[in-house]
């Protein structure tokens, strides 16, 4: 069972590393600020969501699970709102 | 090994961003820098074991100093071009007072005195009398109450100082917080829904602080950047600083902690001594009222000075 | 597992700290301070797989602290920006 649960856990994380790559070649390889922006919010929500997944048969079970998923739900509604804002300013001083 | 590599490369991390923060040409990079070294260093608070340094850390460099250096660098903008640049020999002693400085502490860190003196396991045996678990709230509350004492004094006084720089005819006036300036906006649905998880947070970190990393500073930071969220966001006026419930609020801290302080004379025999089996009771009062304090104060210096009055 | 996990923090870091080379390029401000936000999502992720390598969960508690205010010296970004009291473009008024 706790081989299974490691196997799934190094899966898990490494997908969600992966996905923090993705993120900043997105960054630093895309040709315009809003398709950067894209590339951002997609490490937020997918890679940290992946990374935190990976992590909950480690932590205590409920409070420790519920924390972690608690602190990727912060960083999904900050994340997603200045998203939208960032894009906003980006607009007003395209036009 | 793992452990190794990772410290290496935060360390040159570390290094690469603080040079850039110091050459960077424009303000606004500069400050975004600073940010980006702060939220750094917490992780390499983590990495040191000092995990209540680390939330400050978080807090504060990542969270407040940003805020107040960004809105520093928007200010600026419109005279940046007419800034004067330092010459070239100030600018080198500086970088050889700053060479030595560091070489210093290098030395102290590389090479210490044969013997180390410290007081740390005297402080963990005698914790426990005082019902606490976490050793740095014993340090700030208990063995070193009175130096915590004088720090929120002095946060107050920061008040009082950053108040200052406002011209005369504005004390007292709306502190010049930049609000954003589109009303009903998705800016609107963050501070309607983060300032309830920032309060339960804030609380949660005093409370957690007897016995785990956190305490009421740390807390009191997480409810000021909610306050400030809620009035950036437009949600809620800038309150005028001679409102007396403002103030109130401000000093209560402060004003509790002395007069436990003081009650210690009349109970235990000294200034900030408890007596026996009341010592948690009173430090979790003494910190709930510093954390709300501290919330109010931090607010109240990321504001800023007054800049207008309110109108009748 | 533990070095598996520090390495797994080690790798985020370093992609999240070469999308700062953003800071050094990015034309715009919001270039910039995209790069820090990410940095602030990638400190969470390091930190939450630090917690779980050291099996120490008051650093949970930091990347608590951490998504909570991360955000916010963005929001402090977009209400300092362009003083600018420009419009929404319609096609982003909610309204």
Known sequence: ?95 | MAAFIFNVVLVALLLAVATWVITSRAAFSAVVAFVAYGLLLAIVWVELSAIDIALTEAAIGGGVTGMLLLGAASRLRETEATAVSTSVPLRLTAAVLCALITAGLAAIVLFPPNTVFTLAPDAMAHLLESGLGNPVAGVLFVYRAFDTLLEKAVLVLALVGVWSLAPDRFWGGIPGLQVYQQPNSVLTLLSQILPPVGIVVGIYMFWTGANNPGGAFQGGTVLAAMWLLVMISGLQRVPSTNRRALRLLVIVGPAIFLAIGLVGFALAGGFLAYPAGYAKPLIIVAEAALTLSIGVTLGLLAAGPPERMRQR | MTSFLTGAACVVLAATALGLLRILYGPADADRMMAAQLLGTGGVAVLLLLAAATESPATVDVALMLALLAAFASVAFVSSGPRSQGKIPPAMDPR
Do not use: C, Y
């Open chain 1, 1 to 95: 069972m706790t081989a299974a649960l490691n196997i799934f856990t190094v899966l898990a994380v490494s997908a969600g590393t992966f996905f923090f790559l993705a993120g900043t070649v997105g960054l630093l390889r895309f040709p315009n600020t809003l398709t950067r922006l894209h590339a951002l919010t997609k490490a937020d929500n997918v890679g940290l969501g992946l990374v935190v997944f990976g992590l909950l048969p480690l932590v205590e079970w409920p409070f420790g699970a519920l924390k972690l998923i608690a602190v990727w739900l912060l960083v999904q509604l900050s994340g997603s709102i200045i998203a939208q804002l960032i894009a906003i300013i980006v607009r007003r001083e395209e036009s």
